[in-house]
């Protein structure tokens, strides 16, 4: 997709960090450099004022990513690629039927409303959540990986949806400020939104989830 846009070496193509490495990997396969931008901290998306902040001489393309099922704000995106006569390329998540993505928005609504304790997702416009990421903030007491354990010790599946964010790998290591993108990392979890989730799978996501409240006060 790179190489036939024309990116190759001696360009830059600006990527998130929060995510799996093939983006970077696809940006170093056509010859070029990926450069990490931080995030918007509710969408989890490239944040469009990150990215402007990180563009060269030598920036050639954009490469947006849209997470969990919530766009990045494309708009904005394009008017930095329009500003700097950057190539903007999405890469999008599959499609679920449209039933499947009611139900799910169905389950995220219930959970939204019951949860406690954590912090729920900005639904936005178009949320298809194919993943419902909450964050559990660490503040000296257990953090999310703690939190993660016990839910999971009641029977709730959970997962980390980025546990290394690219820039922190070994081969894309970059001395960079990327405080959302390493927050994120740090602090969101995954919570089952599936559509074959009955109502009592549901009311045992929340009952594990809000029996572990009391390890989100601040400590003292």
Do not use: W
Not at 135 to 143: A, E, H, I, T, W
Not at 190 to 204: E, F, I, K, Y
Request: aromatic share 4%; with cysteine; hydrophobic share 40%.
């Amino acid at each position: 997709m790179l190489r036939a846009a024309g990116v190759g070496v001696g360009d830059e193509v600006v990527v998130p960090a929060f995510g799996n490495p093939e983006v970077a990997e696809a940006v170093v396969l056509a010859g070029a450099l990926p450069v990490f931008a931080d995030i918007d901290p509710v969408t989890y998306c490239l944040d469009p004022d990150a990215v402007e902040t990180v563009v060269t001489g030598r920036t050639a393309a954009v490469v947006v990513v849209h997470r969990f099922g919530r766009s990045a704000d494309v708009t904005r995106l394009h008017g930095v690629g329009q500003r700097h006569g950057l190539l903007v390329l999405e890469q999008g998540e599959s499609e679920a039927p449209y039933d499947e993505v009611a139900q799910r928005r169905q389950r995220a609504a219930y959970l939204d409303a019951k949860l406690k304790g954590v912090g729920t997702p900005d639904g936005g416009d178009g949320h298809t959540y194919q993943q419902y990421v909450v964050r559990v903030p660490g503040n000296g007491r257990p953090d999310r990986d703690a939190f993660a354990r016990a839910v999971r010790a009641r029977g709730v599946d959970c997962r980390v949806p980025v546990k290394t964010p690219v820039h922190r790998l070994p081969e894309f290591r970059r001395c960079v400020s990327l405080p959302e993108t390493e927050l994120a990392a740090d602090e969101t979890l995954a919570l089952p939104v599936d559509a074959t989730l009955t109502r009592r799978d549901m009311q045992r996501v929340v009952s594990a989830c809000n029996a572990l409240g009391g390890l989100l006060q601040p400590a003292v």
